[in-house]
């Protein structure tokens, strides 16, 4: 089955993690994608275009490179980058993350026996410097009925593990929503027009993480717009107005503390550790 892949950079991104990440799904996948869309948010450095240059003469039918003239954030981006899909199913991958080589192989499997699913994830385990020198893995529930019960307290879909059926995108009304929750959103959109999930239980992707994460995460914005996800699904039936409220409770608590208290609850309420 042909497939496709997302991506999107900017200027922030280095020449060594995009090097990475291309590597890890055009060369060392057992199973290659069809097509590679990689976004260019804006600007990008020299280096880094070096780079995807290298990789677009080897794959000059593979990788295809879309420019936006200024940086939009990457929600717009990926719905820039949504148009020039060509296959039905496409996966997700960020610049700076690194796919395991048999990661497009066993969500292909899925897909072929369970023709019902709209998205396949699976686990990340998160890295500093180099793959491994962490053993923080976010772990979510495999099946149907235990994902979408998770969505009264997270995203339950790791979105840079995920492979996407395209029409389920459309249908729950594509990306660049105005909203930092962006993942969370679609998900849940998706979740209200009928579409099914599925995590796969291992780790499809390592993914980077910054020193500096934990602290970004949180502010009133990212409330407001959670708030908002939930009075859609309790309009749509699938919370109750008690489940909204516990829920927007507990994300008020989360983004009102201080850095430390986020990363405990990350340590020992968001990521497990795997061997």
Request: glycine share 6%.
């Amino acid at each position: 089955m042909k497939f496709s892949v997302l991506m999107t950079t900017y200027i922030g991104e280095t020449a060594e993690n995009i090097e990475q990440a291309l590597g890890s799904i055009l060369t060392e996948q057992t199973v290659k994608p069809a097509q590679v869309v990689l976004v260019y948010d804006g600007a990008v450095k020299e280096s880094l275009e070096e780079v995807v240059n290298r990789y677009k003469n080897l794959f000059p039918d593979i990788l295809e490179i879309v420019r936006l003239d200024e940086n939009q954030g990457q929600s717009k981006a990926s719905a820039e980058g949504f148009k020039y899909l060509k296959y039905e199913w496409f996966a997700r991958m960020d610049s700076d993350d690194i796919s395991v080589s048999d990661r497009f192989s066993k969500q292909l499997k899925v897909i072929e026996s369970n023709p019902d699913l709209s998205v396949i994830g699976g686990w990340i385990k998160e890295f500093r410097e180099t793959v491994g020198d962490t053993d923080s893995v976010r772990v979510v529930p495999e099946n149907h009925d235990d994902i979408v019960k998770a969505f009264k307290s997270r995203t339950p879909i790791n979105n840079v593990s995920a492979m996407i059926k395209k029409s389920a995108v459309e249908k729950a009304g594509g990306y660049g929503r105005d909203t930092v929750n962006e993942d969370y959103s679609l998900y849940a959109h998706m979740w209200v027009e009928g579409c099914r999930f599925y995590n796969i239980q291992e780790v499809l992707v390592n993914v980077r993480v910054g020193n500096g994460m934990v602290s970004r995460r949180g502010g009133f914005r990212l409330f407001k717009d959670w708030c908002k996800d939930q009075k859609y699904l309790r309009q749509k039936g699938k919370h109750s107005l008690f489940t909204s409220f516990i829920s927007c409770f507990k994300c008020f608590v989360f983004v009102m503390s201080p850095a430390f208290l986020k990363r405990f609850f990350y340590r020992t309420a968001l990521r497990k550790k795997v061997k």
